[in-house]
C-alpha cells in the first residue's frame, strides 16, 4: 500500500460524512418545500394523501443521512471529533461556530420527529409549534453548510443551493402571505378555504389525532 492510498483510507471517513451532509441538507431542503407547498394555494389540484407522505418520506430519510454524517465522524481521523464535540454547541475546536449551527439543527430535527411519532400523544398546539422549528432547521443547517462545508464551491452543489434557497424562501413568504390572509379571514367572521382548495400540513396532520 502506497503512502497515497493510506491518506485515502485515513479520510475516507471524512468522505463519507461530507457525501452524507450534503444529501441530507438537499432531502431536508426538498421535505421543507413539500411541507410548505402544502399549505400555499399551488397545492390545491394534488391529492392530499402523496404529498404528506413525500413530505414524511423526505424527512425521515433526511434524518437518516443526518444520521450518517455524524456517525461518520465518529472514526474520522482527519478532524478528530469528540462526542462532546459533536453534540454539545461551541464544544468543537474545529470551527466551532460553524459546528454549532449543525448541533443546533440535529437537536431541532430529532424534536420535530419525534414529536410528530408522538403526535396523537400530544395537544395539538404543542406539536403545531414545535414543527414550526422545521424551517429553523432548514436556516441552521444552510449556515452549518455553508460554514463548515468543503464541497459548497462545487458549480453543480451550488446550482442546487440556488434553486433550493430560492424555492424555500419563495415558499415561505407565500406560506407566512396565505397565513396573514386566513387569520384576516377568520377574525371577519369568514369561512376559511376547504382542504380541496388550500392544503394546510398543520391541519392535516391535526385531523389525524
Same mark, same amino acid.
Do not use: C, K
Given at each position: 500500500?502506497?503512502?497515497?492510498?493510506?491518506?485515502?483510507?485515513?479520510?475516507?471517513?471524512?468522505?463519507?460524512?461530507?457525501?452524507?451532509?450534503?444529501?441530507?441538507?438537499?432531502?431536508?431542503?426538498?421535505?421543507?418545500? /413539500?411541507?410548505?407547498?402544502?399549505?400555499?394555494?399551488?397545492?390545491? @389540484?394534488?391529492?392530499?394523501?402523496?404529498?404528506?407522505?413525500?413530505?414524511?418520506?423526505?424527512?425521515?430519510?433526511?434524518?437518516?443521512?443526518? +444520521?450518517?454524517?455524524?456517525?461518520?465522524?465518529?472514526?474520522?481521523?482527519?478532524?478528530?471529533?469528540?462526542? /462532546?464535540?459533536?453534540?454539545?454547541?461551541? /464544544?468543537?475546536?474545529?470551527?466551532?461556530? /460553524?459546528?454549532?449551527? +449543525?448541533?443546533?439543527?440535529?437537536?431541532?430535527?430529532?424534536?420535530?420527529?419525534?414529536?410528530?411519532?408522538?403526535?396523537?400523544?400530544?395537544?395539538?398546539?404543542?406539536?403545531?409549534?414545535?414543527?414550526?422549528?422545521?424551517?429553523?432547521?432548514?436556516?441552521?443547517?444552510?449556515?452549518?453548510?455553508?460554514?463548515?462545508?468543503?464541497?459548497?464551491?462545487?458549480?453543480?452543489?451550488?446550482?442546487?443551493?440556488?434553486?433550493?434557497?430560492?424555492?424555500?424562501?419563495?415558499?415561505?413568504?407565500?406560506?407566512?402571505?396565505?397565513? @396573514?390572509?386566513?387569520? @384576516?379571514? @377568520?377574525?371577519?367572521?369568514?369561512?376559511?378555504?376547504?382542504?380541496?382548495?388550500?392544503?394546510?400540513?398543520?391541519?392535516?396532520?391535526?385531523?389525524?389525532?
Amino acid at each position: 500500500m502506497t503512502a497515497g492510498d493510506v491518506v485515502v483510507v485515513d479520510e475516507i471517513w471524512w468522505y463519507v460524512s461530507r457525501a452524507a451532509g450534503i444529501v441530507a441538507w438537499v432531502l431536508l431542503s426538498a421535505s421543507v418545500i /413539500a411541507g410548505l407547498s402544502l399549505s400555499t394555494r399551488g397545492s390545491r @389540484r394534488l391529492p392530499t394523501g402523496w404529498p404528506i407522505d413525500l413530505h414524511r418520506f423526505l424527512s425521515t430519510l433526511a434524518l437518516v443521512f443526518l +444520521g450518517v454524517h455524524i456517525a461518520a465522524l465518529v472514526p474520522d481521523n482527519f478532524v478528530e471529533f469528540s462526542w /462532546a464535540e459533536l453534540f454539545v454547541p461551541l /464544544a468543537s475546536t474545529w470551527r466551532p461556530w /460553524a459546528v454549532a449551527f +449543525g448541533v443546533v439543527a440535529f437537536w431541532l430535527v430529532v424534536a420535530v420527529e419525534l414529536t410528530s411519532v408522538i403526535r396523537r400523544q400530544l395537544p395539538t398546539r404543542l406539536w403545531r409549534a414545535v414543527h414550526l422549528l422545521s424551517f429553523v432547521v432548514w436556516l441552521s443547517s444552510t449556515i452549518h453548510l455553508f460554514l463548515a462545508g468543503t464541497d459548497v464551491a462545487s458549480f453543480a452543489f451550488r446550482v442546487v443551493q440556488v434553486v433550493a434557497i430560492a424555492a424555500v424562501s419563495l415558499l415561505f413568504v407565500q406560506r407566512m402571505l396565505v397565513g @396573514r390572509a386566513r387569520r @384576516r379571514t @377568520r377574525s371577519a367572521g369568514g369561512v376559511s378555504l376547504p382542504i380541496e382548495e388550500s392544503v394546510d400540513v398543520d391541519e392535516v396532520y391535526a385531523g389525524e389525532r
